[in-house]
């Protein structure tokens, strides 16, 4: 094309990355990328997953900037990771009470990749308040059931009262024990009430 049909500029592509190079794009094609940078930018702020998609591949295929790519690229991996989390967060929070740590083991991996894609830091702060909750909610439950077996028998009128060194007593200590520790634990996890009491 002719100087008076095309524009010059000095571009980072994925070959030259991260040197300047210089390119003449004819006045039709260097719009074209303007337009698709634009709509790349306006998807990026919509956060809406699938506009994104399609306007990372339109600028993809015309050649727009590859910083804004990249940016648009990590905005697309993050704003899936987000909405990830935000669902796993949904299904651990309608399971509640929970009783076993593998209802709430999908979330991790998900909570980890949230963190590594920088996912808004309010959604991981109530994604880690959450897995500390369960946890001691779960933690709890184990140890309300090994407690559930030390149930002393009913005396008698005039029969025998245990002696405090007897085994049973012992084991009924430590189980208080574990148990209040374990109480005092779920409440500055914020675990649910309904466990607790």
């Not at 702020?45 to 648009?72: M, N, R």
């Not at 959604?123 to 439950?141: C, M, N, P, S, T």
């Amino acid at each position: 094309v002719s100087a008076a049909d095309s524009v010059e500029m000095h571009v980072i592509d994925r070959v030259s990355s991260p040197t300047l190079r210089p390119v003449r794009y004819s006045n039709e094609c260097a719009a074209r990328i303007r337009i698709a940078e634009e709509a790349l930018g306006q998807a990026m702020k919509a956060a809406d997953t699938a506009a994104l998609e399609s306007a990372i591949a339109e600028a993809e295929a015309i050649g727009a900037s590859v910083k804004l790519l990249d940016e648009a690229t990590h905005a697309h991996q993050r704003l899936l990771a987000q909405i990830s989390l935000q669902a796993q967060i949904a299904q651990v929070e309608g399971a509640r009470p929970l009783h076993s740590r593998a209802q709430y083991k999908p979330l991790l991996p998900v909570l980890r990749q949230a963190r590594e894609r920088d996912v808004q830091a309010d959604l991981i702060e109530a994604a880690d308040r959450l897995v500390h909750g369960v946890d001691a909610e779960v933690k709890l439950a184990d140890v309300e059931g090994l407690c559930e077996g030390l149930v002393m028998g009913e005396v008698e009128a005039g029969g025998d009262v245990m002696s405090a060194d007897a085994p049973f007593a012992h084991r009924a200590e430590a189980g208080m024990a574990k148990l209040a520790a374990a109480i005092a634990a779920a409440q500055s996890a914020e675990a649910m009430e309904e466990v607790v009491s």
